[in-house]
């Protein structure tokens, strides 16, 4: 089975700050992928960035990147040039070869001025 | 369509009552997914389609729960004899295949349907 834990139930930056959001998982498959998700007050779920088990290079999209230690199976979201915008709850999740996607408890965010 | 659409986004009903939740995906999207997100959670798996198929329905709760896909595109979550414990947001998902993740866009989310039982 797999499973996600995500031990950061709330975390703190200040504007312009980088901050980093843990993100560990547990798989026996040896291919799967590594989502992070941005869940805003208004519910919707946004998909941010992803890391293929075997992409030797970790993801980048704009401000986020993945740091991916696959040897720690953990797969950390790094925000950099915190926006205020930025406030929201974040999940990391995995898949396995039937797409479904396991989520972790989630990570709230708030950016400070 | 443009996006995943979920219809009702609120619904209301009273214990012991029959509820449908609708999903709309992108249209040519041939996986669907049903997720159930309570407050304070992440989402959890609850039931995939391929085509009119469920390939995977491990996640279903009990036998109140029933999911339909009947031409492939538009799905209807079913919850019998709703419970209190049955309140949540139910969040439906799309993807062009189950096995796009390598194209590394992952799915698209519905705004979910949140549902009271009161």
């Known amino acids: 089975a797999q499973k996600i834990t995500q031990t950061q139930p709330g975390m703190f930056v200040q504007e312009k700050e980088a901050v980093t959001l843990d993100c560990t998982y547990d798989?026996?498959?040896?291919?799967?992928?590594l989502f992070w998700y941005k869940q805003p007050s208004s519910g919707e779920m946004i998909f941010l960035i992803y890391q293929g088990s075997y992409d030797q290079q970790n993801a980048t999209e704009g401000r986020y990147s993945l740091n991916f230690q696959k040897a720690r199976k953990s797969a950390n979201l790094v925000i950099s040039a915190s926006q205020l915008g930025d406030s929201a709850m974040y999940f990391c999740?995995?898949?396995?070869?039937?797409?479904?996607?396991?989520f972790g408890q989630g990570t709230e965010l708030s950016v400070k001025p | 369509g443009a996006g995943v659409s979920q219809t009702p986004s609120n619904k209301v009903t009273e214990k012991g009552k029959y509820v449908e939740l609708r999903c709309d995906p992108i249209s040519g999207h041939t996986a669907l997914y049903w997720y159930r997100q309570s407050l304070g959670q992440g989402p959890e798996f609850l039931i995939y389609f391929q085509g009119t198929g469920a390939a995977d329905d491990s996640g279903l709760p009990n036998d109140r729960f029933f999911a339909v896909r009947p031409e492939g595109s538009v799905s209807t979550l079913k919850i019998q004899r709703t419970e209190r414990g049955d309140s949540a947001v139910y969040l439906c998902?799309?993807?062009?295949?189950?096995?796009?993740?390598?194209?590394?866009?992952?799915?698209?989310f519905g705004s979910g349907t949140r549902l009271t039982v009161v």
């Open positions: 999740a995995i898949d396995n070869q039937g797409g479904k996607l396991i």
């Open positions: 998902a799309s993807s062009l295949t189950p096995f796009d993740r390598g194209r590394g866009v992952g799915y698209t």
């Open positions: 798989t026996s498959d040896p291919s799967y992928g």
